[in-house]
């Protein structure tokens, strides 16, 4: 008969030589057959090649296979890049393949890896100690490793993008350049200055993967693969977005990721500040004015073009006026302009640009207002107008007349809303005199008073005035508030 | 049955024998593994190798007090030594005095070679490693010390 204890003993046998097999295994792995170990004796058999001199000799004689790292408490950073990365300060090694080619260019010289690291430039897992570890592409971490022609964003941590030398960061001067010219700032607000209709860019940087739709991207899902589509077609990547197809080239779109990875508040100690990086931040505080027409271009453009002419937009489903337009120009007075543009037109796309709101300097408000008249014709005085008009007829004539386009009680339709408060406030009767009597040239708005074939007859023109100003009144007021506030938001099905 | 000849062990005795070792083998293996853990790597302090600039920056007979490293580089006609700044008694930074350093906080004293002459000072102070980078430029690793006297030629 058989032991009965024999099966256990067999059983702890087997499971003590498997624990042994296994604990000596990852022993064996850890402390020989690491990656970066294998790097090390890769490393220093270049270095014995290498070593023909007396400081060739010295350097192989201090090398150590070793884990190396770089601990930066004032930057919370731990890099263990340089465990595998040995030749970055070596000026020998410039032919090596990676890990172990010295650092290009001459960033090291003045960015030395025991005083910066390697993180606060290229991102990615510092403390990891493999390479996919290091790049954190496809794990939790939330800034991996840049690729290398978009490293350069991160330089404006410390510098002034706007002082640094050009060639220096190629794809940054191109995004700049872009952002101004494409006027990026119609719609979107950095530094406190821009538009309303898209979300404020100051930290577009910090954004993780986390925080952007990848569900219609292919992987890798990173920011910068997210900016790179999102530049190239934003409705493809966004699908309600309201953005224009900025329509640029690959590498436009590649340079407009880098500067907006660029845009990041981070929080740096004050020694690794470049001087022209604190100058940078002073200025922002205290903004010298822009000239009107650099106004124009960098805030005005992506919706009213160069403003000659009248476009419908399908997306804002109405038209964008032509602000620059004769007609436009010849009948509205600078106070009309300005009140416009500083306080915006509620219910519209028109976001309201004074200081309070999209962040124009009073001043740079005065040149944008004569950029836009700076092609305006002398106008000839106006006949004043001294008929007194009757608001009951001035309502039928504008039923039968206006309210097609500019809708029911002024509320707008295709054309603009005349209840609309900033537009009551500010246009004088003189401007919608004109307006009704000369109409708006390069729009639907027909003349209503040609020489040749008058529509309406001044006292028409003063019932329709009448009329009008009733919409102004505090009770018109009200229900075109609360009809502003419950209106589908801008982009929704109107 | 002679006494040269080996104890008889049964097959049931020798695998009873044969587990039990096996079990304390895996688990002293556990052990040794378990006991390495508190034993980090790399230590998580700040690199305190600092890197001083290119040689030819220092003249022969020059002194150069690096404040935010907290030591002194010395070039004499011998080499380049380096001593560093922080006090051996309570860890102050000490300045440089008439004839060596002097400690502000408890007074002691040491002349320019580090050792101690006067005050509560209980050791020199200590002289650092010098050595250079593989771009050329001067590195003087404050973990390691080296005996007084030790200098680094270029």
Redesign the interface.
Known sequence: MK?PS?IY??L??V???V??VY??G??VRENYLAQWRTVQHEYRNILREKATDD?GR??LA?FRVE???????ALGT?D?CVTCHN?I?????TDMPQPHRTHPGHI?DKH?V?RFGCTVCHHGQGAAMSFNEAKAEDVFWDYPLLPPELTESTCVTCHDAERLPPDQIPLLTVGMRLYREKSCGSCHKLGGRGGSLGPALDNEGAKTKHQLIMTNLKPPHTTWSWQNAHFRDPGGVVPDSLMRNPTVTRQEALALTAYMLSQWKRDVPESYLAPDKIEQKYRALHPAPLAGEEVYRGYCTACHGNGTYTRWDKKFNRFIPAIRGVSLISTATREYLRANIEQGRPGTQMPAWGSHAGGLLPEEITGVVEYLRSGAPAVPAMTALTLHGDDSNGLSLFLKNCAGCHGMNGRGGMAPEIGNPVFQQAATDEFIIRTIRNGRIGTAMPAFQRNDAPAFSDQDIADVLAYLRTLGEPKAQKAMAQRVTSRTPPGGKP | MSRLDPPHVSR?SF??L???G??F??LG??AA?IFRLPNP??L????R???LGPPEQFSAGSETAFAEQNLVLFRDDEGFYAISSTCTHLGCTVARSKDGFACPCHGSRFNSKGSVVGGPAPRPLPWLEV??????DLVVNADNEVPEGTRYRV
């Open positions: 032991d024999r003993r067999w702890l046998l499971a003590s030589v624990t042994i604990l000596v990852a022993a400081r010295e350097l201090k884990m190396k790292q770089t601990t930066i408490p731990v263990r030749g300060d070596d000026p020998r090694m090291l030395p025991d | 049931r695998l009873s044969v587990s039990l096996s079990f083998a895996a293996t556990a593994g790597a790399v998580p302090g700040p690199v190798r600092f890197k050595s250079r980078s593989a771009n050329g």
